[in-house]
């Protein structure tokens, strides 16, 4: 029975697997598609409006986090997944029907909503199935899929320019609704704790438990700490994610249906071995020091510093790259160990509220950043804004190696 269950905790990461990959391919392949769309829809010619429309994804998912970290401590993370994938995917669909710039706007911001629902569950889920020493890697080969979502959203520039950007959304909109039905059958929730009959009697008790949550999160020292290094490389991490195709294109002078797979494909890829290694490495490591994690992820941040001066100064081939390969290495190291650091801190009746909270710190930065490289791209100092980012990681890694000081490998109740 217990081989049949340690079977079915990888089962679960293999499912939740794909619904990552179609997670970051939904949201990714608009940033390549920009070129194709806006023969269309004549407002994204403005790198400030595509700023705008890429901004307010990321604004609403933010500041959704919370609340759906609170609903997955709560409720059945089951369904809270599989409705989250099949609202997105219904958005991505509709989104190949748009023909003005407010629909898409509009469409933009659902999907920031149904999206914000995945992640915290979905962590949560996999951290619970996996107590042991597999849980970096667990998370690891989760986020694989995260990032090979993001190479192939690199390609949409490449489906658009051969057939056309409506079907495009079309194809991968009918793909993650189908799935969701998938899950319906296989995928199963297993809260390592138990809400009692009486913590369900009123909505009342239910607003109580939330806040205590929320007050026990907020009153612990480490935990801003985990959000001011979450947050902090999310401003470099999600300029790359949005403005790399962009910044090659420009620097290299290359056709966006080249420079989007290229450089999507490149840094993603880089995360992909970054995310395994790291969850390797943290999960050897932390057995022997329970700081293991944390200097793990400090490691992935360093490789950050360097690959920004060469994205952002470099102007060969060769020197963009590199920093690229060199980005994504590091920035998969630091990203697998967010959720098991979080784990050494907070008890698992508070993980995806955890969560939430620091994606509302990580995606605000993002949100932030994404609209201020827009308007740095109309300015022409896209590359010198790049590598001034590298500033904040430094001071990231200082809080981080002063401050957190965990007590054990596995919060518990």
Known sequence: MQT????????????????????????QMLATMKPSMMEDITE???????GRLMAIFLWIYAFMSPLSGIIADRLNRKWLIVGSLFIWSSVTLLMGYSTTFNQLYALRAIMGISEA?????????????????????????????????????GFGATIASNFSWQLTFHFFGLVGMIYATFLILFLKENKAYTITSEEKLSIRKEFSAAFKGLGILLGNISFWVLL?????????????????????????????AQAGPLATITIA???????????????????????????????????????LF??????????????????????????VNNMPILCQFVSPRYRATGYGLMNLAG???GAFITNFMGKSADAGNLGKDFALLSAIIVIAIIFQLTVLKPQTINMTD
């Open 310 to 335: 060469l994205l952002g100064y470099g102007s060969g081939f060769v020197t963009i790259l590199c920093g690229a390969l060199c980005f994504g290495l590091g920035f998969g190291i630091f990203d």
């Open 117 to 153: 629902f995945y992640i915290p569950a979905a962590l949560s889920l996999i951290v619970d199935y996996h107590q042991g020493k597999t849980r970096s890697l667990a998370i690891g080969i989760h986020t694989t899929g995260i990032y090979l979502g993001q190479a192939l959203g």
């Open 363 to 365: 995606i605000s930065a």
């Open 269 to 307: 890829m880089a995360s992909f071995a970054g995310v395994l290694i790291g969850g390797i490495v943290s999960d050897r490591w932390v057995i022997r020091n329970l700081k293991g994690r944390i200097y793990t992820g400090v490691i992935g941040l360093a490789l950050t510093i360097p690959a």
């Open 228 to 256: 001011f290094y979450f947050s902090a490389p999310s401003l470099p991490g999600w300029a790359t994610k949005n403005w790399a195709p962009t910044l090659f294109s420009e620097t290299l002078r290359m056709d966006m």
């Open 4 to 27: 049949k269950q340690k079977s079915y905790s990888w089962i679960v990461v293999g499912m939740l697997w794909l619904v990552a990959l179609l997670n970051y391919l939904d949201r």
């Open 44 to 50: 994204l010619v403005s790198a400030a409006n595509f």
